[in-house]
């Protein structure tokens, strides 16, 4: 099936309403629990005497996306092929993970839909949808992608876009709770990240620090979806209230006229892990609000705790220890990467480890324990600050490093990116060669998007990559598979599913799929056959942008599960979308050339995020508007006219005039291509 180009302005998506799986919705405990999505502490704990499952999104509490599993190995690989493929009839970008608990796999899709399947077959068991506020769309700086579910005592839990946390019964997909965990809807809260279960508790985070949010985690009774307690990782005023006491100090590290009203940034998207011998839940923080500080704080400071990664004892809510990467952060350098639990020799003696690589560019390890750094060196180029002080723990930032503003004359540049060194792209931990594979980017502040994507195995004792592949264009970004059969999987943005030798890099089995992948593999067995699955669609920050080169680009973008396994078939790919047709005549412009000014500015504000105006992009090209858009076009934007089509309402939003002069700028650039067009005929 095609992906469809629908009209979308802002945050666009699919109708959120129109999805027609099975979706069963009962008040809780209307639903008896069965048998399946048994996983608790114990099972958690002896993960590896039971590789057949991946019962975290990481597979196991240290999120290592490392599996023991070795049947498909570097000499059996070349037999790879298709065991099964499941269609989620969405054109959103897919980026979970998903989960296996004997022999039935839980993942989710756009928004915070959620499947259930016979992981030998495929074939669907359940699936739900959230049912989500599509106004909701309007605010989501990132696309309407989730990062995937938790799994825990027969119960799946997942978020859905718009911020609400469900339980549901593993065996029906039945909703045994459901809580709303936005504290003010008013701002742009959006919830992408896949809950975490931390003890009693299921933790989750949210996003929205591009707009106007304040960061926090709540957590919630596994059982009844109880409140238990919110931690707010920045003040909310210089003078309190304080809803957490580590709030008082934090207050004292932002400038008392900083812009409150902003929110701070500081939000946990991403990144959650938690360690059940430690009892210790630990997640980063994600950017400043405003990114500039002299804008935000504009006395300085360091901002507490935008930035920084939080270790939270989950009984209490309390905070345990924490560690500020980028002290006053103004780079939109978030910290909320995937974080590895592991255990290290170090000096001559084994400690307990988390790992980072962040997007700051540096590689970080941390005794998990007490916060302690004890690593923190460059993994990409970076030059932000010249390098971490292991006595202060503190970054010695570079001269001139936050002038970034004035780095787009090609004189100089801030490394890494927005984009970061590494991004929410999952790396994974072989402990066996003691090699971390991180799909890597390598890039500047330059004002463009533009460098390379690179997927390297580096050694976190000695500090150095072991070796790299070939590099490609920044949006060839994907999460790493590896195991013990000596393999490392990754898909890539031109549709491509590969096998690398983990101890080399050469490619031993290449796949083309025909959809573009960004989403970690991931594997698991079933009556002794192993499989190796992944999700397949792009989207994600920039979602709308195909690249020409993109599987998305050339082929659309329905959304795939596609699982492989030794001597399946062939993958069948989806047809080539058609060549563009004519740019249509557009009507007069008729509004003055201040108007179509400010529809400029007002296009760049609200539509631009989803409508890039590229050729073809996944949301529609506006150049190409057909006559009758045009003529119902405050209809369609605020009216709701094609909600079902994913344009939800600007009423409220946008005024009359406002629109109007949207409309005009709109004409105005249809009538530069049309012209082209024209000209460009023999």
Same mark, same amino acid.
């Given at each position: ?40 502490? !114990? ?19 240290? !999120? ?7 049947? #498909? ?35 989710? @899709?756009?928004?915070?839909? #959620? ?35 938790? #799994? ?54 949210? &996003? ?26 920045? *003040?909310?005023? $210089? ?22 009203? %902003?929110?701070? &940034? ?5 990144? %959650? ?16 609000? =405003? ?28 905070? #345990? ?112 060669? &003691? ?13 463009? =998007?533009? @460098? ?24 060839? +970004? ?7 059969? &000596? ?30 992948? %960004? ?21 994600? @920050? ?9 599987? $998305? ?6 959304? +795939? ?24 005549? *557009?009507?007069?412009?008729? $509004?003055? *050339? ?28 506006? +150049? ?15 009216? @709701? %006219? ?41």
């Amino acid at each position: 099936m095609r992906n469809r180009f629908v009209v979308v302005c802002a945050a666009m998506a699919l109708a959120l309403a129109s999805y027609a799986g099975k979706n069963a919705l009962v008040r809780a405990g209307q639903a008896k629990l069965s048998a399946y999505g048994q996983i608790d502490r !114990k099972r958690l704990l002896a993960a590896d005497q039971h590789p057949e499952d991946w019962l975290t999104t990481g597979r196991d509490f240290g !999120k290592g996306h490392y599996s023991p599993l070795a049947q #498909v190995n570097r000499e059996t690989v070349s037999r790879l092929g298709l065991a099964w493929d499941y269609h989620t009839h969405t054109d959103r970008g897919l980026e979970a993970t998903p989960i296996v608990v004997d022999g039935v796999m839980y993942t989710s @899709g756009v928004a915070g839909r #959620v499947y259930a399947l016979d992981g030998k077959t495929g074939k669907e068991l359940w699936t739900f949808d959230p049912q989500n506020d599509l106004s909701v769309t309007r605010r989501s700086c990132c696309d309407e992608v989730n990062r995937g579910v938790a #799994v825990w005592k027969g119960k799946v839990y997942t978020a859905s876009l718009d911020g609400r946390l469900f339980a549901l019964d593993a065996a029906t997909g039945a909703v045994l709770w459901k809580v709303d965990t936005v504290v003010d809807h008013q701002r742009g809260y959006t919830s992408t990240g896949a809950p975490e279960i931390a003890g009693r508790v299921v933790a989750i985070g949210n &996003g929205g620090a591009e707009y106007d949010a304040r960061g926090y985690v709540s957590a919630y009774d596994l059982d009844t979806g109880k409140f238990a307690w919110r931690f707010f990782t920045v *003040p909310g005023s $210089a003078s309190g209230p304080y809803e957490n006491p580590e709030l008082e100090v934090a207050a004292k590290t932002w400038d008392p006229k900083s812009r409150w009203d %902003m929110g701070g &940034g500081g939000t946990v998207w991403d990144g %959650m892990v938690y360690d059940p011998e430690l009892n210790l839940l630990y997640f980063g923080t994600g950017n400043g609000t =405003f990114f500039d500080q002299s804008k935000r704080s504009p006395a300085g400071g360091d901002n507490l705790f935008i930035a920084s990664i939080l270790a939270i004892n989950p009984d209490t809510g309390r905070l #345990v220890w924490h560690y500020q990467e980028v002290p006053g952060e103004q780079w939109d350098y978030d910290v909320v990467q995937p974080l590895v639990l592991t255990d290290l020799k170090i000096g001559g003696s084994i400690r307990k480890v988390m790992m980072q690589a962040s997007k700051d560019g540096f590689f970080y390890i941390f005794d998990r324990k007490t916060g302690q750094l004890l690593s923190a060196e460059k993994f990409v180029p970076v030059t932000w600050a010249d390098h971490i002080d292991l006595k202060t723990g503190r970054p010695v930032e570079a001269a001139n490093a936050r002038d970034f503003r004035n780095s787009f004359n090609g004189k100089k540049y801030v490394e890494p990116s927005v984009m970061g060194g590494h991004n929410w792209h999952a790396m994974a931990w072989d402990a066996q060669r &003691g090699l971390m594979y991180i799909p890597e980017i390598e890039n500047g502040q330059t004002g463009i =998007f533009s @460098g390379k994507a690179i997927l390297r195995a580096w050694d976190p004792i000695r500090s150095k990559h072991v070796w790299e592949l070939e590099p490609t264009d920044w949006w060839d +970004r994907a999460g790493v598979l590896a195991t013990a059969g &000596g393999l490392v999987f990754q898909g890539n943005g031109t549709g491509h599913f590969c096998a690398y030798d983990a101890a080399t890099g050469k490619k031993l089995k290449d796949i083309d799929v025909g959809t573009t992948i %960004m989403a970690a593999p991931m594997t698991y067995s079933v009556d002794g056959v192993q499989y190796v699955a992944v999700m397949a669609a792009w989207g994600g @920050g920039g979602w709308s942008m195909a690249h020409p080169a993109s599987a $998305a680009y050339i082929y659309g973008n329905e959304g +795939r599960l596609l699982v492989f396994k030794l001597d399946g078939g062939p993958t069948p790919k989806p047809e080539p979308l058609p060549p563009l047709g004519p740019i249509p005549q *557009p009507p007069a412009l008729t $509004a003055s *050339p201040e108007a179509v000014n400010h529809g400029k500015d007002l296009f760049a504000a609200n539509c631009s995020r989803c409508h890039t105006n590229d050729e073809r992009s996944l949301a529609l090209n506006l +150049r190409r508007m057909p006559p009758e858009i045009h003529e119902a076009f405050q209809q369609v934007v605020l009216g @709701g %006219m094609l909600k079902n089509a994913g344009m939800p309402p600007w009423e409220g939003v946008l005024s009359p005039k406002e629109v109007a002069d949207i409309h005009a700028y709109l004409i105005s650039i249809s009538w530069d291509a049309y012209k082209a067009q024209q000209a460009a005929k023999p």
